[in-house]
């Protein structure tokens, strides 16, 4: 399963629309997973023209976006055997230290990710912790707080495997849509 990764888009306010690379690069995803500061849901209806697609509910996201039915604060998926939360802060503390087993997430009857997808720092990020992927994909709009072109990922899945690569905008020529 082959799924696109995407963050911080924030659309309209430092791009008026997602870069056209994105089609190309998205075209043969079974999935896009969005991490949050989306700001409105064209966003997310562009991206479905290309694959289905579910959003983490960013910390500027307000309005319209918040009613989407594919926008959660949290989402956790099983796919091809491996749990994936999809967020869009994921604090770097919990990055390097395992999580307890007694923790509040069990006792929330939410089951501890192999995989993390998150956003808000607008940087690439692929880690590998305590037995956990972490993917952050950066911002195709505004990477390292910056305007202008950016990055992406995608992460392949199988069962018992799972690898990421982070895409660079820029180094993609756009085709015509």
């Known amino acids: 399963m082959r799924i696109g990764l995407i963050a911080d888009t924030h659309i309209p306010e430092t791009a008026r629309d997602l870069p056209v690379q994105i089609n190309e690069i998205f075209r043969d995803m079974d999935l896009i997973l969005h991490a949050g500061d ?13 694959a289905p697609v579910l959003a983490a509910r960013g910390d500027d996201d307000t309005g319209e976006i918040l009613k989407d039915k594919r926008v959660k604060w949290k989402h956790i998926l ?16 919990r990055m390097i230290r395992p999580w307890p087993r007694n923790s509040a ?9 192999g995989i993390v997808i998150f956003g808000h720092d ?3 990020i692929i880690q590998r912790r305590n037995g956990v992927l972490y993917i952050n994909p950066g911002s195709p709009t505004f990477l390292n707080y910056r305007p202008g072109l950016g990055t992406l990922a995608i992460l392949t899945i199988e069962p018992g495997k799972a690898d990421a690569e982070i895409i660079t905008l820029d180094e993609i020529n756009p085709e015509p849509i």
């Open 38 to 50: 989306i700001y409105i849901p064209s966003v997310l209806d562009e991206l479905e023209h290309i």
């Open 78 to 93: 099983n796919l091809e055997g491996h749990t994936l939360w999809l967020v869009h802060e994921m604090f770097y503390e």
């Open 105 to 113: 997430s069990l006792k929330s009857g939410n089951v501890l990710p």
């Open 122 to 124: 607008h940087c690439t």
